[in-house]
DNA sequence: ACAAAAGTGTTATTCATACACCCATGC
DNA sequence: GCATGGGTGTATGAATAACACTTTTGT
């Protein structure tokens, strides 16, 4: 049954830290989205849809993301484009993939209704097409891209500690960091300005506030843009 | 005149070194081919075209490359996803982009034919479309990936002497590096191994050839293959 | 006082870089 | 012999990592 062109969709992988209730430890999370038709009616799936002619590819995953989940990413990129025949049953389609960060605080906040729910990575169930290879492939992508530039800012907000900053680290690398190296890390970066202000409230001594400077981009992404 | 769908292409930055023959210095080269028909007619454009509704993208990839150029790459990657609306006069257009690695040697034996030439990334003219664009990124991921990865090998043939590996790395990377230090990282890689032959015939003392050792990816996809 | 996390100091180790120098060949 | 690039040795400084220690708060 194949037609004379392949449709074109457009998905995003969006990602958003939560701590666990009871351990209190930062996982990575993602919002999906059931399907009410088939193929894999009941199924999760990635947030996307057919490309509208008029539409930009970014403008897309953006809308498609505000639409699931009320949100504004902090950081979007394109991840790739998955087109192998039959990964989709019925027409050929061509997928391109964006992967997405929001600030942790706002995700909390987020749209959840009957057919939007959001999954730890940890723990994913079988989802719709191809989209468990989709995700392997953003979290391998965030797992390396934040080891080497700033994208960990985009979860959270405009101001914080360090201890948090190096939370989002733990949480995405899966593995713990030493406070003192850390802090020495990110100050020699200078992408990082103290607020003056610090966080009381703690029962120990109170943590120096900072805030993301801004001249900088969280990730290079050379002539595009 | 947008019609209901946009159409989808592939294309291909195919890269090969090839050294000027005054300075004997090596530099990268790609494969364009002369548009035919408008828009842009007469100009140089990437090998590419439509993509057939059977054809997997990285299939077409390839035989894009096999049809301009003769040859098959020794390292393929998808690129990005190029899809700004109006990047193209007429109906919206979609392209889907490689990149490819070449055989130097091999190259220097491709087709060229009255549509097709190769032309120096450094002096590349005005391409047709936003090419140059595309152009940009895959020159800047050749070299981004040159640093951390081993797609060098993909310029050379099975066997190789340490300077080779090394002009390569010198003509993409732009500058010269330290032929000392040069060996010892190669060495300590464990990527190579010394074929125990050696190449005579030089005015100086024979080098030793090497061979890549195929059981490491040229470059970590992650979960992709 | 004590716990807990913020923040500083110190040292060992690995890695990058620069460069002096010896080796083996063709001429 | 000399020129040329192949190949080895070694010193220096920077980046990374491990961990002891001091500071400042709440209870």
Known sequence: MSQQQAVLAVSTVIFSLRSDPTTGISTVWIPVVRRIREPHEG???????????????????????????????KYLEQLYAFGKV?????????????????????AARATVGENVTWLSTDELPELAFDHNLIVDYALWR??????YSRIAHAFLGDTFTLAQLREVHEAVRQK????????????SSKTVVPTGEFVTGTRHRPARLYRYDGSIDLADSGPLQ
């Open 86 to 106: 039959g990964r989709s049953p019925g027409p050929r389609v061509v997928s391109i993939v964006y992967w997405a960060l929001v600030e942790s605080d706002e």
């Open 176 to 187: 713990p960091l030493d406070p003192a190296n850390f802090r020495r890390t990110i100050e």
């Open 142 to 147: 965030l797992r390396t891209k934040m080891e």
């Open 43 to 73: 199924r999760w799936a990635l947030p996307g849809g057919p490309l509208r002619v008029d539409d930009d590819l970014e403008e897309a995953a953006r809308s498609h993301l505000l639409e699931t989940t009320g949100l504004t990413p």
